[in-house]
């Protein structure tokens, strides 16, 4: 697996961002978009906000404009010509559409203790019915839970908005074929900005490779959307406890050695499952694989792009997850390859699925 941030940094990190993070609901009608000279995106004014303007980036810039049922690839090509163009265009669609409220989630920062040099950022823009479950509460309630249960933080990974805690418990052992071990784990990942649920999955860790497998969505996850009440109060709203508490509950599921079990003797019938090259094709550009990826792959299996060749479905999910471990993978796309593999082991037709 690749090697992901340290966990005493990232908590520290975590923690740290909290005093920085404020959201606001505001009405649609009160909101302007500004130009920001000084910046490659607008800023964002609400008339009664005092700390107001805040500086949009890409991801809260595309949610304002799904706010406005506006077309993301319009103003994307605008943006780099005129930010006057896209102000103009998203102040319009706002007089036009129907009033109502939004919730900011923003980030607000002193640089160098300095109120004059302050980082002020719209993370998103999101309805007042999102339900918070932020980094800091899964982090610590997640890793209290897990240490207790023994478990080995095997990657970490937090970029303000988004955060992957994927551990393995050693007491989940078992052997696929002699001498190839692998061990149980849990990978949790989460989205304090709409860019996905807060998901428990189970993990699959296999020692002689140190590479990574992640179950497929219908197996044994936990799945929890940011959706939940309307929210009156962003002080008072604490919608997130009862979240966190299921997930507690998913972390003891998980690690039922029978649940381990059933999973290892899915592995142990993929490799007696055969693919043949023609399908690797296939399932390559079925999945959006790059041509690059595509020969790691062969070539991880010992043979070039073009060869006939049968192999085992074992054989090739292992492949597939090796490709994460590359340094230049992004940890998304690390995760994609991750999920890939584990789709190719239990899935009955991975052709056909679409991760």
Not at 148 to 161: F, I, N, P, V
Request: charged share 30%; aromatic share 8%.
């Amino acid at each position: 697996m690749k090697k992901g941030q340290d966990i005493k940094e990232m908590l520290t990190q975590i923690n740290e961002d909290k005093k920085n993070k404020t959201d606001y609901l505001v009405q649609m009608k009160d909101c302007k978009v500004v130009e920001n000279n000084a910046y490659s995106f607008p800023d964002l004014k609400v008339d009664w906000l005092s700390k107001s303007p805040h500086s949009l980036n890409d991801h809260s810039l595309s949610n304002l404009c799904n706010k406005l049922k506006m077309g993301t690839r319009y103003i994307s090509k605008c943006l780099p010509v005129s930010q006057e163009l896209v102000a103009q265009n998203i102040n319009f669609w706002i007089k036009e559409n129907k009033n109502r409220e939004l919730m900011l989630r923003t980030y607000e920062a002193e640089k160098d203790g300095s109120p004059y040099q302050e980082e002020k950022t719209v993370r998103a823009v999101l309805t007042n019915r999102y339900k918070r479950i932020d980094s800091d509460v899964v982090a610590n309630a997640s890793l209290d839970k897990l240490m207790d249960m023994g478990a080995e933080l095997k990657y970490s990974h937090y970029d303000r908005d988004t955060m992957n805690i994927t551990a393995v418990l050693p007491k989940l052992e078992g052997e696929v074929v002699e001498g190839d071990f692998v061990q149980g784990g849990i990978t949790i990942t989460n989205s304090e900005i709409g860019g996905g649920s807060l998901i428990v999955k189970p993990f699959i860790y296999r020692l002689v490779c140190t590479n990574g497998m992640v179950a497929p969505e219908y197996l044994n996850q936990f799945y929890a959307k940011h959706v939940g009440k309307m929210i009156i109060d962003v002080d008072t709203d604490e919608q997130w406890k009862t979240i966190v508490d299921k997930m507690g509950q998913q972390l003891d599921l998980i690690s039922n050695p029978e649940l381990f079990q059933e999973n290892l003797d899915k592995l142990k019938q993929a490799t007696e499952k055969k693919i043949n090259s023609h399908q690797i094709e296939v399932l390559s550009k079925k999945h959006g694989l790059s041509d690059v990826e595509r020969a790691g792959i062969f070539e991880r299996l010992n043979h070039y792009v073009g060869d006939t060749f049968v192999t085992s479905k074992y054989d090739l999910a292992n492949a597939v997850t090796n490709l994460a471990n590359d340094e230049d993978k992004s940890d998304d796309r690390a995760r994609f390859l991750q999920e890939l593999g584990g789709l190719i082991i239990f899935s009955n037709n991975p052709i056909q699925a679409r991760v």
